[in-house]
């Protein structure tokens, strides 16, 4: 199986959105065996898991439809005929897409809120994760990195080794995986761009890979998102907690 495969993009699709809804579900089970109130960072992951789920499923329609994971048909009046339906299947994936990792976005930084913002308290790092929900013109590159790497500074400061420092910094950089996905799609499109005009690429295949590289995205971050959250199953501690303790 590969990047442009038929079976690869349904067993990615398939496995990441199985693996997404088990880790939502611990989410709501671990706040509940916690006792904790669910915010919004908890309740964001209903819809999230919804566009996850509208994401897989028009790729895998796309797959039924034989628009992806095949190489474009030799035959011009079958490409022409199944050309308005791969528009508008390509137009719904980036929709499903553009909205699945906005909720992503939205939980990561509301879990963040929860942490480091004590309640009734404004606070420098309470400003930023205003600024970065307002500030929605940054391209999806550039937010991805700064949501990711905005709970550090204020992880530094915790006064305890090093080693345990980096060791909180991981779990939250765990989100990472997504973001590397996110560089090699880039980096798709980047190798398109500086082909030659003589060179002749199949669309069909080239969109394939950019899907499949977007399902990686959309289910490693919808994943990630939630592992903070689990941390209390095998520590018995919250996150909360073993920051406001050091």
Not at 33 to 46: H, N, S, T, V, Y
Not at 121 to 138: A, D, E, H, P, W
Request: hydrophobic letters at 50%.
């Amino acid at each position: 199986m590969s990047t442009t495969s038929h079976q690869g993009l349904l067993a990615l699709g398939s496995s990441l959105l199985a693996l997404s809804v088990v880790s939502v579900i611990l989410r709501f089970y671990s706040r509940r065996i916690q006792k904790e109130p669910l915010k919004i960072d908890d309740w964001i992951m209903i819809p999230c898991l919804l566009l996850l789920g509208g994401s897989c499923g028009t790729a895998f329609y796309g797959v039924n439809r034989k628009i992806l994971g095949y190489p474009t048909p030799s035959d011009n009046e079958l490409v022409i005929a199944t050309a308005a339906t791969a528009s508008k299947l390509y137009f719904t994936f980036d929709l499903f897409s553009v909205l699945t990792l906005g909720c992503v976005k939205i939980s990561a930084l509301f879990f963040y809120y929860r942490i480091f913002c004590e309640h009734g308290r404004r606070n420098v790092f309470g400003f930023l994760v205003i600024i970065s929900i307002v500030v929605m013109s940054i391209s999806d590159f550039l937010l991805d990195f700064w949501i990711i790497s905005l709970p550090i500074p204020q992880i530094l400061k915790i006064k305890t080794s090093l080693s345990r420092r980096l060791a909180i910094i991981g779990v939250f950089l765990l989100a990472f995986v997504g973001f590397g996905a996110c560089i090699a799609r880039l980096a798709v499109f980047v190798e398109l761009d500086r082909l030659p005009a003589t060179v002749k690429v199949d669309s069909r295949l080239t969109n394939t890979k950019s899907i499949f590289l977007s399902l990686l995205e959309l289910g490693l971050s919808c994943i990630a998102v939630n592992i903070p959250s689990l941390y209390y199953l095998s520590n018995k501690v919250t996150p909360e907690n073993v920051l406001r303790s050091l």
